[in-house]
C-alpha cells in the first residue's frame, strides 16, 4: 500500500467519486489507492467503503484547511462539486478555489476537475436567445463549474479538466423517465428537436478518471470531454420501447415551454437543453466516445445502462 500512488476522491460516497473508488478498489494490482473524502465518514456508505479497501476521511469543502489536510500525502485529487445540493455557482466558486489552494499547498502531483463549459463564452448574457437567470448566468449549474477552472490555472496545479456529458441518471434522479400522458402513452420530453445529446453513466465518468490517472502528466493541461454515446432523443425513446416493450414516444417542446413546466429549476434545465440543442455541434466535438473508451474499456452504451437501470425509475416491461 505504500508504495501506490493515493488518490483524494471528492465525493467518494456519491456516484462520480463512488465510480473513481471502485474503479481503484477492483484493479489492486493498478498502482493506485484510494483516500475518500466526506462530511460524513461514519456514514453507513463511508463504512462500506472503508469495509472495501477505501482509507476514509472528514472533510467539508467549504472549509479550506479540512482539505489541506485530507489531500496530505497523496499523489492525485478528483475534484467535483455539487451544484444541486445548494444551486449556489457562487458557492461552486469558493468551493473550487479551496480545492485549488489546497491542492498548491499539499503539493498534488495531478488533480482532476470535473466540469462543464461555461455557457456565457457561447451565449453571452446581453444574447437575449437564452434567457438570462439570476442577472449572472445562462445555465448556473454549467456555468459556476467552468468559470472555476480558472482557480486552477491561477494557483499552477497540474489539473486536466474533465467534461462529462448528460447523465444518463437524470432519467432516475429528475424524473425524466417516461411518464403516461392523458390517453395513456408513455412519453420522454425535452426541447432537443432532433439534435444528437452526448450521454454518459455517472459511473463512467469515474472509470474515465482512472484512465486519467493511469494515463499520468500526458493529460496535465487538458481538457478531456467523455461520452458514451451520442443519442436524439427520439432515439433514445426508441430504447426505452425496446426495453419496455411497449411504445414509448418523444414529446418534442420548444425550450420556452419547457421553461414554463410546474417544477423547480425548470428554467434552468430548459436553458441547459436549449443551449445543448443551439450549440449541439461545439457540444458534441468536445465530447469523444473513442477516446471515453479508451480511457475506460467498460464504457456503457445507453441501452446496456438503460437495461441495468430501468426498476430505479420504477418502470416495468409489458
Not at 14 to 36: C, H, K, N, Y
Request: glycine share 10%.
Amino acid at each position: 500500500m505504500s508504495d501506490t500512488k493515493r488518490i483524494a476522491v471528492i465525493g467518494a460516497t456519491g456516484a462520480q467519486g463512488g465510480g473513481l473508488v471502485r474503479a481503484i478498489l477492483s484493479d489492486p494490482e493498478g498502482g493506485f489507492s484510494v483516500r475518500g473524502l466526506s462530511r460524513t465518514p461514519d456514514s453507513t456508505k463511508s463504512l462500506n467503503l472503508e469495509e472495501a479497501g477505501a482509507e476514509m476521511v472528514e472533510a467539508d469543502l467549504d472549509i479550506m484547511e479540512s482539505l489541506e489536510d485530507a489531500f496530505r500525502g497523496v499523489h492525485g485529487v478528483f475534484a467535483m462539486t455539487n451544484y444541486w445540493e445548494h444551486f449556489s455557482p457562487e458557492r461552486e466558486l469558493m468551493q473550487a478555489s479551496h480545492i485549488a489552494e489546497a491542492a498548491k499547498l499539499a503539493g498534488v502531483k495531478h488533480l482532476i476537475w470535473s466540469t462543464m463549459e461555461d455557457t456565457r463564452m457561447y451565449s453571452p448574457l446581453d444574447d437575449p436567445g437564452i434567457p438570462t437567470l439570476r442577472d449572472a448566468y445562462k445555465v448556473p449549474a454549467f456555468d459556476g463549474k467552468g468559470e472555476a477552472m480558472a482557480a486552477f490555472d491561477e494557483h499552477r496545479v497540474p489539473a486536466t479538466y474533465l467534461m462529462s456529458s448528460f447523465h444518463w441518471e437524470n432519467f432516475i434522479n429528475f424524473g425524466m423517465g417516461p411518464t403516461k400522458g392523458p390517453d395513456g402513452t408513455l412519453s420522454i420530453t425535452a426541447p432537443m428537436g432532433e439534435k444528437q445529446l452526448p450521454g454518459i453513466a455517472v459511473e463512467d465518468i469515474g472509470r474515465c478518471a482512472y484512465g486519467i490517472f493511469k494515463g499520468g502528466s500526458k493529460y496535465i493541461g487538458q481538457g478531456i470531454g467523455v461520452a458514451g454515446e451520442r443519442l436524439t432523443f427520439a432515439q433514445m425513446a426508441y430504447a426505452f420501447s425496446r426495453v419496455l416493450d411497449v411504445q414509448v414516444r418523444y414529446n418534442d417542446v420548444t425550450p420556452e415551454e419547457y421553461r414554463a413546466f410546474p417544477f423547480p429549476g425548470a428554467d434552468e434545465m430548459g436553458n441547459m437543453f436549449q443551449f445543448m440543442r443551439d450549440f449541439s455541434d461545439d457540444f458534441c466535438a468536445v465530447r469523444d466516445i473513442p477516446i471515453a473508451r479508451g480511457l475506460n474499456p467498460q464504457l456503457q452504451t445507453f441501452a446496456q445502462w438503460l437495461d441495468a437501470n430501468l426498476e430505479n425509475m420504477h418502470l416495468k416491461r409489458a
